[in-house]
C-alpha cells in the first residue's frame, strides 16, 4: 500500500501497487472518491503533478505513463517509453 497527500493538501491518494488500483479522497468532501485502474498493464509508481489535478502512473515495465485528469477524468495514455532506467516518477521542485 502506497498514501501520498496531493500537493495542496486537499486530496489523498491510496494505491495498491499489486492490484494496481488508486483511490483518491478529498479532505473536504469525504463523499467524493475517484477510483484509477491501471488494469493488466500493472502498476510501478504513482505520484501527483504539483497542481493536484493530475495523477501521473507509471506501468510495469515501463510499458506505458498514464496521466490522469481528476478535473475531467480522462486519462493520456503514453505508450512504448524509450527509456527503462527509471521506476519512480517525481517532479522536480524547483521545476527543471
Same mark, same amino acid.
Given at each position: 500500500?502506497?498514501?501520498?497527500?496531493?500537493?495542496?493538501?486537499?486530496?489523498? %491518494?491510496?494505491?495498491?501497487?499489486?492490484?494496481?488500483? #488508486?483511490?483518491?479522497?478529498?479532505? =473536504?468532501?469525504?463523499?467524493?472518491?475517484? $477510483? &484509477?485502474?491501471?488494469?493488466?498493464?500493472?502498476?510501478?509508481?504513482?505520484?501527483?503533478?504539483?497542481?493536484?489535478?493530475?495523477?501521473?502512473? %507509471?506501468?510495469?515495465?515501463?510499458?506505458?505513463?498514464? #496521466?490522469?485528469?481528476?478535473?475531467? =477524468?480522462?486519462?493520456?495514455?503514453?505508450? $512504448? &517509453?524509450?527509456?527503462?532506467?527509471?521506476?519512480k516518477?517525481?517532479?522536480?521542485?524547483?521545476d527543471?
Open positions: 500500500m502506497y498514501i501520498e497527500w496531493a500537493p495542496n493538501d486537499e486530496y489523498i %491518494l491510496c494505491a495498491n501497487i499489486k492490484k494496481a488500483v #488508486i483511490q483518491v479522497y478529498s479532505v =473536504n468532501f469525504p463523499q467524493w472518491k475517484y $477510483k &484509477l485502474i491501471e488494469g493488466s498493464a500493472g502498476l510501478e509508481s504513482v505520484t501527483w503533478s504539483p497542481d493536484s489535478k493530475h495523477i501521473l502512473t %507509471l506501468s510495469e515495465c515501463n510499458i506505458q505513463l498514464s #496521466i490522469w485528469s481528476l478535473e475531467d =477524468n480522462n486519462v493520456l495514455h503514453i505508450p $512504448k &517509453l524509450k527509456s527503462s532506467v527509471f521506476n516518477l517525481m517532479f522536480s521542485p524547483n527543471k
